[in-house]
């Protein structure tokens, strides 16, 4: 069965420091990624999405990236945070079927940017 | 661009009594329509997804949701809830193409009291 693993869980930075955040994905292949913030009090927004490796696309402008150096890694980053960054952080995988596909989430990163 | 209102932040509901969670989407093209439910600190799982045929669509643990193309509605439906279906409850619509983008709605916080 597949899973999905995200950490660190939990993680306090302060404003201006750099990011890191990792999502791993097992049993399955060539899965499409995606990274989901949700700010407190709203709602979840789609940061970024990839369909293959190297291949990503950005959704909103901000000063986070992403990366997916192998088929069933994807990684968030930011070379300085700012106070805004704060949030729930989401990893999600789905098939190659596209829209129709179900996407399952991980367990999440609760960032705090102090 | 797509749009998801979820008209309830909080819904108060007895323990056993039936309830019914409002989604109004915006689009000028077809959406898929989706509905998630995250327990405190966890990702999402998935609750059911209407993508085409019968505008009633089943899901687990016990929900329903019914399609409205004529108003824009695609509201979660319980009839006797219980303690455990406390949580929040995400709407999302995406494109029928390409990868899965969510759009997602507020959310709404359904708090079952016994």
């Known amino acids: 069965s597949q899973t999905i693993h995200q950490w660190p869980a939990t993680l306090v930075q302060p404003v201006g420091s750099p990011l890191s955040l990792e999502c791993t994905v097992e049993?399955?292949?060539?899965?499409?990624l995606y990274w989901y913030r949700q700010a407190a009090g709203r709602g979840l927004q789609l940061l970024f999405y990839?369909?293959?490796?190297?291949?990503i696309s950005s959704e909103v402008p901000q000063n986070l990236s992403a990366s997916r150096p192998q088929d069933r890694q994807f990684i968030l980053s930011s070379k300085k945070l700012l106070l805004s960054d704060s949030g729930f952080y989401l990893c999600?995988?789905?098939?190659?079927?596209?829209?129709?596909?179900?996407?399952?989430f991980g367990p999440g990163t609760r960032l705090t940017v102090l | 661009a797509q749009s998801v209102t979820q008209l309830d932040s909080q819904v108060p509901v007895f323990e056993e009594a039936p309830v019914e969670l409002r989604c109004n989407y915006s689009?000028?093209?077809?959406?898929?329509l989706f509905w998630y439910v995250q327990y405190p600190n966890q990702g999402l799982q998935l609750l059911l997804k209407?993508?085409?045929?019968?505008?009633l669509v089943k899901g687990i643990n016990g929900f329903e949701a019914e399609f409205n193309k004529s108003q824009t509605s695609f509201h979660l439906r319980k009839p006797s809830v219980h303690i455990s279906d406390t949580a929040e409850y995400f709407c999302?619509?995406?494109?029928?193409?390409?990868?899965?983008?969510?759009?997602f709605g507020q959310g709404t916080r359904l708090t079952i009291n016994p």
């Open positions: 049993g399955t292949s060539n899965p499409n």
């Open positions: 689009s000028s093209v077809s959406v898929y």
């Open positions: 999600a995988w789905s098939g190659q079927g596209g829209s129709t596909d179900t996407q399952y």
């Open positions: 999302a619509v995406s494109l029928p193409q390409g990868a899965q983008k969510l759009v």
């Open positions: 990839s369909v293959g490796i190297g291949q």
């Open positions: 209407y993508l085409s045929g019968s505008t």
